[in-house]
């Protein structure tokens, strides 16, 4: 079936603009997250998703992020007047989330590469 | 607070060689969960274990293997007969087991290189 899905791959933008990445998850995946990967670092966590809820925003690193998702599917994580140390990988992943048995699996986008100049 | 360290940033062995990747965790709760994942040079993070605080059976499948020590919280990962098609950067990772979604927090990564 198929995988998680991140667009654009790639985005490249002017210090100061906004951006919008979209996720789509696996059909039927409840949870959704969002992780920051900067040149050569770990993965870090911004937001993630139950449902349209966002249970933990505790990541993200300031009020010039946001994110939303609807209909319990499709998520965009929205960045205002960018500056140039946003540049990073904007992982999604999603998992099932059933209910019980510890945290699920998460299985992880391709990923959008942003360079902000 | 919880923790993943890895301290080898960089291995690289010759083909064929075994390699053991460390992992050492810190946690406070006593239901937790243990991740690795593999990152190719394509970038894509692929799953590989995923297990929980109360199994603490060592598993193999094929050619990697997983060792898990909570007496020294260690989740420390074997590659036998490494092969040049194992070359990636490595990320062991932790997440509270007290809920069905929870974030996970990740080790710095080890990056593996395999020479011919």
């Known amino acids: 079936g198929a995988g998680v899905s991140q667009s654009p791959s790639n985005k490249v933008t002017e210090k100061g603009k906004d951006v919008e990445l979209r996720c789509d998850p696996i059909?039927?995946?409840?949870?959704l997250y969002w992780y920051r990967q900067s040149l050569g670092q770990g993965l870090e966590f911004l937001i993630y998703?139950?449902?349209?809820?966002?249970?933990?925003k505790s990541g993200l690193p300031s009020d010039r992020f946001s994110a939303e998702r609807t209909g319990g599917s499709v998520s965009t994580l929205t960045i205002q007047r960018t500056q140039q140390e946003d540049s990073a990988v904007y992982l999604c992943?999603?998992?099932?989330?059933?209910?019980?048995?510890?945290?699920?699996?998460?299985?992880f986008g391709p990923g959008t590469r942003l360079t902000v100049l | 607070a919880q923790k993943v360290t890895q301290a080898q940033t960089e291995i690289s062995v010759v083909e064929k060689e075994d390699v053991t990747l460390d992992c050492v965790y810190e946690?406070?709760?006593?239901?937790?969960?243990l991740f690795w994942y593999k990152q190719p040079p394509s970038g894509e993070l692929v799953f590989l274990i995923r297990?929980?605080?109360?199994?603490?059976q060592n598993e193999i499948s094929g050619r990697y293997s997983w060792n898990f020590q909570k007496s020294t919280s260690s989740f420390n990962f074997t590659i036998t007969a490494s092969q040049v098609v194992d070359s990636a950067v490595y990320f062991c990772?932790?997440?509270?087991?007290?809920?069905?979604?929870?974030?996970?927090?990740f080790g710095s990564g080890t990056r593996l290189s395999i020479r011919p």
């Open positions: 992943a999603s998992s099932p989330a059933l209910a019980g048995g510890g945290p699920d699996t998460q299985y």
């Open positions: 059909s039927g995946h409840t949870a």
């Open positions: 990772a932790l997440a509270r087991g007290y809920s069905s979604a929870s974030k996970i927090i």
């Open positions: 946690t406070r709760d006593t239901t937790y969960y």
């Open positions: 297990r929980n605080s109360f199994d603490e």
């Open positions: 998703f139950q449902g349209n809820s966002a249970p933990d």
